[in-house]
């Protein structure tokens, strides 16, 4: 079983930052991809920002130039940093964790249940 929690979210004026962390835990072996996405309600589900173990990233166009997604491979953890925050970001944002478990030869997908990110003046 593995979990994945975020935090970092809250209210912020448009223009302003943000941070966002998340941290997988339990039995991983190692994790291959991790992510952030986010879903606004009535919308479908998007991705914001991607990065491999190995340091490959990709982002969505709407957000290249402003954010920047990071990682610490030792703990298993993925960072966005958010700048530049505008209205059309608000949204719950989600994190992804693609990780291969102990004791098992499969590759499996978890989700956080999300941290709420509020950008308004």
């Known amino acids: 079983q593995v979990h994945v929690v975020e935090s970092g979210g809250g209210l912020v004026q448009p223009g302003g930052s943000l941070r966002l962390s998340c941290a997988a835990s339990g039995s991983i072996s190692s994790s291959n991809v991790m992510g952030w996405y986010r879903q606004a309600p009535g919308k479908q589900r998007g991705m914001v920002a991607t990065?491999?173990?190995?340091?490959?990233?990709h982002y969505a166009d709407s957000v290249k130039g402003r954010f920047t997604i990071s990682r610490d491979n030792a703990k298993n953890m993925v960072f966005l940093q958010m700048n530049s925050l505008k209205s059309e970001d608000t949204a719950v944002y989600l994190c992804?964790?693609?990780?291969?478990?102990?004791?098992?030869?499969?590759?499996?997908?978890?989700w956080g249940q999300g941290t709420q990110v509020t950008v308004s003046s």
């Open positions: 990065i491999t173990s190995g340091g490959s990233t």
């Open positions: 992804y964790a693609g990780v291969f478990e102990k004791g098992s030869v499969s590759y499996n997908d978890y």
